[in-house]
């Protein structure tokens, strides 16, 4: 009896730990970026990647789908012949970047990344400027339109 208990304790602490950490995960996304309208940034060969600003805090959340994950799409020479994995942390730099500099701050520099999942990744970013006040206009891309 006891040895059937050990045998189902390390793949139960282990779900629990997982399934805790998800939904950690994603209580903070919700709570941090519940708010913020998506807009999107192409970069490499015409991928868009949805893009959650929240100003208040310097951090962006750049989400990819689950298409582009498995099928691919390399960023110029740097992604040739390399699985969507090996790419993935460049590709959503480079889309967090592009984002800072397509809405006028390019003397922003990104200091952090934190990866929730194959789809999500955010980046802690520091500018010259101070945190704009709520409410004041700034430059926005578009976003994805629900067609009806």
Known sequence: MATTFR???LPLALGFGLTASGCTGFAYISKTYVSQV???VTIGCNEPYEIYDNRQKRRVLVVSNALREVTG???G???EGRSPAETRATRFRTAARTYLDET???DCTI???????DLQAEFAYTCDAPVEPRGTKVPRLPGRRIQR
Do not use: M, N, Y
């Open 7 to 9: 045998w189902f304790a």
């Open 38 to 40: 998506p807009q999107v």
């Open 73 to 75: 799409c390399d960023i």
């Open 77 to 79: 020479r740097l992604g």
């Open 104 to 106: 006028v701050r390019e």
């Open 111 to 117: 200091t952090g990344e934190t990866v929730f999942s």
